[in-house]
């Protein structure tokens, strides 16, 4: 009998700002949840019949509550995990700060790619240094070929 390798599909975003920093969520510290206290892209599962587009506009609309046209986000590459297969986007944030409304995670920030790529970000509301996720540490050094853009 062949095995079959079940990946769960999910999405990661890339939120780019108009000053070229990136959006950061800093996940809860939750066993339960994949790297739990690190900072991460916000996104999630895939859920049955959407496209990666849809369930990236879906996510950014229940974590941060903004609404994303899935036609203006872009598709960069699919990574695989430990049981994952991780679909990753890039979307222009068009939005100031003050109008994200966090829904999921302990804390959201702004960050050039190099001090991402440092691999540890400070959370101005817990008022401490958080790791990156490790995975996020090669997707960003992809990411930095468009990183000018």
Same mark, same amino acid.
């Given at each position: 009998?062949?095995?079959?390798?079940?990946?769960?599909?999910?999405?990661?975003?890339?939120?780019?700002?108009?000053?070229?920093?990136?959006?950061?969520?800093?996940?809860?510290?939750?066993?339960?949840?994949?790297?739990?206290?690190?900072?991460?892209?916000?996104?999630?599962?895939?859920?049955?019949?959407?496209?990666?587009?849809?369930?990236?506009?879906?996510?950014?609309?229940?974590?941060?509550?903004?609404?994303?046209?899935?036609? $203006? @986000?872009?598709?960069? %590459?699919?990574? *695989? !995990?430990?049981?994952?297969?991780?679909?990753?986007?890039?979307?222009? =944030?068009?939005?100031?700060?003050?109008?994200?409304?966090?829904?999921?995670?302990?804390?959201?920030?702004?960050?050039?790619?190099? $001090? @991402?790529?440092?691999? %540890?970000?400070? *959370? !101005?509301?817990?008022?401490?240094?958080?790791?990156?996720?490790?995975? =996020?540490?090669?997707?960003?050094?992809?990411?930095?070929?468009?990183?000018?853009?």
């Amino acid at each position: 009998m062949d095995k079959i390798s079940v990946f769960r599909e999910v999405v990661s975003v890339f939120l780019k700002a108009d000053d070229g920093s990136y959006l950061m969520q800093l996940r809860d510290n939750k066993p339960s949840i994949v790297f739990p206290g690190n900072w991460g892209l916000f996104g999630g599962s895939i859920e049955s019949g959407e496209s990666v587009c849809e369930a990236a506009s879906r996510e950014l609309a229940e974590e941060i509550q903004i609404h994303a046209d899935p036609g $203006e @986000i872009s598709e960069f %590459r699919r990574y *695989s !995990q430990t049981g994952l297969r991780v679909h990753t986007c890039r979307f222009d =944030l068009k939005i100031p700060r003050s109008k994200l409304n966090l829904q999921e995670g302990a804390d959201l920030g702004f960050f050039p790619i190099n $001090e @991402i790529l440092s691999g %540890r970000l400070f *959370s !101005q509301k817990l008022d401490a240094y958080f790791d990156v996720a490790s995975p =996020l540490m090669g997707y960003f050094k992809d990411v930095s070929c468009f990183a000018s853009d």
